[in-house]
């Protein structure tokens, strides 16, 4: 398959799979359409094997070659959903229902299977659960039945739910019992017989999982996922996107609601402003809410305690944004997840690198806090129970596709070292502040609330982190410190003095590592954002480490301890640009420790780096959607000034968007945060949510509850263990019964990824769709042989990252406060270094041999203070003349004195040799007057053929223009003659003004002028 990437390959036995055909763990020969499968009694779409043989096809030439499907049946069902021109997916993205007998006439039924499940081929391995993957919804006129399916269609369960009114509460039974296809057509059989009185059984709808159940003034209403589409790949298991619901209500068919009831219709109406078809995502078999660490440390855990799986699926519910919806599930279902989905809200995007045969994929995963949730000006700081506003944790997988699944050849469960992630955490500043957007003003005053003397939202918020990502947390600072009106740097004397405070009781190895730097200012000094951020994430990556995966004996593992916390104001622009620098520099080392690099850096502008640059960029996008309202302001090309004129008027446009939808929308969408999280709940002593004034008891808990529960020390203010570093353990094997187990037995990978008895082509499968770096490969060059095909090289020469390629590690810089306290470390081999206060500063030699300080405003720094602060002094009026004329010299010599450097040279000939370039005359043949608009018809069709082009005027203007097409025999020498002329008088009053720079007065030398600047010899 030339062009697409390499097949990813199971182990466990056989090492790949290559086939278009995988039918329940067989690496036979391929299963032509239309025949069944031998030594099996059942057909694969769900049907019972009819006694007949399958049809014999006529001995024509089409016959001997069906058509190729996605199902084993040559013909399709009628009554099965047909796909259309729009379905890539290798399943649908509409389920399918349960294929069953509707009539109970037995004569019209298929002969029973001489197989039954229960088997020796079909045995059930000894497993707790059974994912179930499609379900298919009936009704009756007292029940909903909801019938669930395993992937291989052989397995079934079924769920009752009755339906009552608005005065019943919600009864759900789960029976336990597995059932095969002829058992569940039966059972759904004998439903219809009993209930023919009343219309019988039917097929509502079918669905990939249940969201939940809701109730507000009215009857339970229950939440379906009817839609869905491929997003990801981890391990064999597969990530879906929600892309349609549906909201059924759990009612009697002839029950009417009372039309003046107008309240359950507006909360129907507030829960349809949350849109669940953008950014949320689920899996049946993979832990979405947790981190590739966590879920893979939990699984050897539970090996080396002679399990054969964690006991409970453990979902962070900080990031089950459906948590409320479940339950009244979970109150009813001993197992509620068999049933029901959890799902997360964030940004998901994945994405494959290929090199010379190797594929890399790349998977981006944000998942966002259901806690403290809400829009940007509505939810600000931090609440009593230490939540923060736009909380997001950002996950970068980079996994080799040498295999399939998490576990390596041997078999050694959940060890494969192919596997690498790194975490990254953004959140809005822990601290009790607000910012009233009541007015018109884009940016309204910041407000500090409350002053803790004693930081205790802000100890419960990191010590929460220290739970999630374990210690140190590496705090990246971004608001700003210099400003006319002070608004930013409130927050920041307050979040420093926090930092200060929290520190003093945690280990000098533990302690918060406080990184502040003003990045919009030195965005608009126009300083090097890009070469700042990428010193703090490499000093990051080297502190907190990042997660690889290995059975600890042949291949080394590593676990990440600590988390890169970023903020700015907003959490939004500033933060998604550092953390997308942060990413690349973990990118680097990644790829490193899979072996792929010799050095652990890539570069900007490779195809790799602009593959990871567009995912952050949606990553942004999504997030600043969600909490915002608009899209990013500034984006990566914004601080790289990066295609400045689109890149300026698009920022332009998403600040309008933004301000529009804080100031008119966010209270909207609110409202529906509020309704859908259950941050409100109906009750009939309390108002309604749209009568509230504000929504600030809904998320602060009454400090008479949560004080009592948390009893903190106000010194001692985190948990010790939440500081123990994470370790990985070197693999054991299974003893006891499972010992002898195949993978199957512990991860069912196999079922989801090569859908047995199904025909699967690769054109179809999601890792042969994701986007790629071979996109960004020009056709044309690499036929010619003229194109480097590695991801990882550059395509811009002149890249300025090239510059900022990593140095030893031998000579580091240590920034400190005031205090002697250490704040972070960069490197230092490079010029341009950072002062206490987060300035840049330049380092250059004088005259003398001597070094001094020049700011990059032009600002002399002539040294430090006690404190760590810097001595400016401003140049004298002197300076700055000589300043401005030495400028305007350099500009008049460079302009009359064109040269080309070997960069521009290098870009010039990259230019000619683009395959895209196009002729500037492509005709010379003059268009039809119908093709031509109707502005341009008088032109064409003008004088000017036939007069031709001579100029038009008075006789002098005519003269003076002739006069000017003139060149004469040197044309840059002025003569005494061209003293008359009007541009030379005009240019002889301006050399006896003022400057081009800033008006400044020139000391003006008519020789020197005329020797050293335009040789004139008229003065």
């Known amino acids: 398959m030339k062009g697409s990437d390499p097949p990813p390959h199971c182990m466990m036995g056989a090492s790949a799979v290559d086939t278009c055909s995988v039918r329940n763990g067989e690496t036979g020969g391929q299963i032509l359409p239309g025949l069944p499968e031998p030594g099996s009694n059942s057909q694969p779409n769900g049907e019972e094997e009819s006694p007949e043989p399958p049809p014999v096809p006529e001995e024509d030439d089409e016959a001997k070659f069906p058509q190729l499907q996605n199902n084993t049946s040559g013909i399709p069902d009628p009554g099965q959903r047909q796909p259309s021109e729009g379905d890539n997916d290798d399943e649908p993205a509409v389920a399918t229902p349960f294929i069953r007998t509707s009539s109970p006439d037995s004569a019209s039924r298929t002969a029973p299977a001489s197989s039954h499940l229960h088997s020796q081929e079909d045995k059930v391995p000894d497993r707790l659960v059974y994912n179930m993957h499609k379900f298919s919804l009936y009704e009756t006129a007292s029940r909903y039945y909801i019938v669930g399916g395993d992937i291989t269609e052989k397995r079934y369960r079924i769920l009752?739910?009755?339906?009552?009114?608005?005065?019943?509460?919600?009864?759900?039974?789960?029976?336990?019992?597995?059932?095969?296809?002829?058992?569940?057509?039966?059972?759904?059989?004998?439903?219809?017989?009993?209930?023919?009185?009343?219309?019988?059984?039917?097929?509502?709808?079918?669905?990939?999982?249940?969201?939940?159940?809701?109730?507000?003034?009215?009857?339970?209403?229950?939440?379906?996922?009817?839609?869905?589409?491929?997003?990801?790949?981890?391990?064999?298991?597969?990530?879906?996107?929600?892309?349609?619901?549906?909201?059924?209500?759990?009612?009697?068919?002839?029950?009417?609601?009372?039309?003046?009831?107008?309240?359950?219709?507006?909360?129907?109406?507030?829960?349809?402003?949350?849109?669940?078809?953008?950014?949320?995502?689920?899996?049946y078999s993979y832990n979405i809410t947790r981190t590739l660490q966590f879920n893979i440390l939990k699984e050897r855990q539970a090996f080396a305690d002679g399990l054969p799986r964690a006991l409970d699926d453990d979902y962070n519910v900080m990031f089950v944004w459906n948590a409320h919806?479940?339950?009244?599930?979970?109150?009813?279902?001993?197992?509620?997840?068999?049933?029901?989905?959890?799902?997360?809200?964030?940004?998901?995007?994945?994405?494959?690198?290929?090199?010379?045969?190797?594929?890399?994929h790349v998977t981006l995963i944000a998942r966002r806090s259901r806690f403290f949730a809400g829009a940007r000006f509505l939810k600000r700081g931090a609440n009593d129970l230490g939540y923060v506003a736009n909380d997001v944790e950002s996950e970068q997988i980079v996994a080799e596709a040498q295999t399939t699944s998490f576990h390596c050849p041997g078999p050694k469960l959940y060890s494969s070292p192919q596997f690498t992630s790194y975490v990254q955490h953004r959140g809005s500043i822990p601290l009790y502040w607000s910012q009233d957007n009541v007015g018109v003003a884009p940016k309204p005053p910041i407000n500090i609330q409350m002053v803790d003397p004693f930081y205790s939202a802000a100890a419960m918020h990191f010590d929460d982190l220290f739970d999630r990502y374990g210690a140190p947390v590496y705090v990246v600072n971004l608001i700003k410190e210099a400003e006319k009106e002070l608004r930013e740097g409130k927050l920041l004397a307050e979040y420093t003095n926090a930092i200060d405070y929290l520190n003093q009781s945690l280990p000098k190895d533990r302690k918060i590592i406080h990184a502040r730097w003003d990045m919009s200012r030195s965005a608009k000094s126009k300083k090097d954002v890009i070469g700042v951020l990428e010193r703090i994430g490499d000093s990051i990556v080297h502190t907190t480490g990042f997660f690889h995966n290995g059975d600890g004996k042949l291949n080394a593992s590593k676990t990440q301890n600590g988390v890169a916390r970023t903020n700015c104001i907003d959490c939004l622009d500033r933060t998604n640009a550092a953390q997308f620098v942060f990413g690349k520099r973990a990118l680097g080392y990644q790829l490193h420790a899979l072996g792929v690099l010799i050095e652990p850096w890539v570069d900007f502008d490779t195809d790799a780096v602009n593959m990871l640059t567009h995912m952050y960029h949606d990553h942004g996008d999504t997030i600043a959607l969600q909490y915002g309202g608009s899209q990013l302001v500034n984006t990566m090309e914004t601080y790289r000034r990066?295609?400045?004129?689109?890149?300026?008027?698009?920022?332009?446009?998403?600040?309008?968007?933004?301000?529009?939808?804080?100031?008119?929308?966010?209270?909207?969408?609110?409202?529906?945060?509020?309704?859908?999280?259950?941050?409100?709940?109906?009750?009939?002593?309390?108002?309604?949510?749209?009568?509230?004034?504000?929504?600030?008891?809904?998320?602060?808990?009454?400090?008479?509850?949560?004080?009592?529960?948390?009893?903190?020390?106000?010194?001692?203010?985190?948990?010790?263990?939440?500081?123990?570093?994470?370790?990985?353990?070197?693999?054991?094997?299974?003893?006891?019964?499972?010992?002898?187990?195949?993978?199957?037995?512990?991860?069912?990978?196999?079922?989801?990824?090569?859908?047995?008895?199904?025909?699967?082509?690769?054109?179809?499968?999601?890792?042969?769709?994701?986007?790629?770096?071979?996109?960004y490969i020009p056709i044309k060059n690499t036929q010619e042989g003229r194109y480097d095909l590695s991801p990882f090289k550059t395509r811009n020469p002149s890249s300025e990252a090239r510059k900022w390629r990593r140095m030893p590690r031998k000579d580091v810089m240590s920034i400190e406060n005031a205090k002697g306290e250490e704040l972070f470390k960069l490197p230092s081999e490079d010029p341009r270094e950072f002062t206490n206060s987060g300035d840049l500063i330049a380092r250059e030699p004088t005259s003398q041999g001597k070094v001094k300080e020049r700011d990059y405003d032009g600002t002399i720094v002539t040294g430090m203070d006690a404190n760590g602060q810097l001595l400016k002094s401003k140049p004298t009026q002197l300076e700055k003349t000589r300043a401005a004329q030495w400028t305007f010299k350099k500009l008049v010599h460079e302009s009359l004195n064109p040269s080309v450097n070997a960069t521009e040279q290098e870009d010039y000939e990259e230019y000619i040799q683009h395959p895209q370039t196009l002729p500037l005359v492509v005709s010379s043949e003059l268009p039809d007057i119908s093709d031509i608009d109707a502005e341009y018809v008088s032109y064409v069709a003008g004088s000017w053929m036939t007069d031709g082009l001579a100029p038009t005027g008075t006789e002098e203007e005519i003269s003076l223009y002739k006069e000017l097409l003139k060149v004469g025999d040197n044309p840059l020498t002025v003569t005494e003659e061209d003293a008359s002329k009007k541009r030379y008088k005009a240019y002889k009053k301006w050399l006896r003004g003022k400057s081009l720079f800033k008006q400044q007065p020139v000391d003006y030398n008519p020789t020197a002028a005329g020797n050293d600047i335009l040789d004139i010899d008229v003065f």
């Open 160 to 283: 009752n739910i009755d339906r009552n009114t608005h005065n019943s509460d919600l009864n759900i039974v789960d029976d336990k019992i597995i059932y095969s296809q002829k058992e569940m057509n039966q059972l759904l059989n004998t439903i219809d017989d009993k209930n023919k009185s009343t219309g019988g059984i039917k097929l509502r709808c079918t669905t990939w999982g249940v969201l939940g159940f809701v109730k507000f003034t009215g009857p339970y209403y229950m939440l379906l996922i009817t839609k869905k589409s491929t997003v990801a790949m981890l391990g064999g298991h597969y990530i879906y996107q929600i892309e349609d619901t549906e909201l059924i209500p759990l009612t009697p068919p002839k029950y009417k609601p009372d039309s003046r009831n107008l309240e359950e219709s507006r909360f129907l109406s507030i829960l349809n402003h949350l849109d669940l078809t953008r950014n949320f995502y689920y899996s």
């Open 642 to 775: 990066i295609n400045q004129w689109t890149s300026n008027s698009r920022d332009m446009i998403e600040s309008f968007k933004r301000y529009y939808n804080n100031s008119f929308l966010d209270a909207q969408r609110q409202e529906a945060y509020n309704l859908f999280l259950g941050y409100y709940q109906f009750s009939t002593d309390q108002p309604y949510l749209w009568d509230l004034s504000t929504d600030y008891y809904l998320h602060h808990a009454d400090p008479r509850s949560w004080s009592i529960s948390q009893n903190r020390d106000y010194i001692n203010w985190f948990l010790p263990w939440h500081l123990e570093g994470r370790s990985l353990q070197p693999y054991v094997e299974p003893t006891g019964d499972i010992a002898n187990k195949p993978a199957s037995f512990f991860d069912d990978y196999w079922l989801e990824y090569y859908r047995p008895s199904t025909l699967s082509s690769f054109p179809k499968m999601f890792p042969y769709k994701m986007n790629s770096t071979i996109k």
């Open 325 to 360: 919806l479940l339950e009244p599930a979970t109150e009813s279902l001993s197992d509620p997840y068999d049933w029901c989905r959890p799902i997360i809200h964030g940004f998901l995007d994945q994405a494959a690198i290929s090199i010379y045969g190797r594929t890399i």
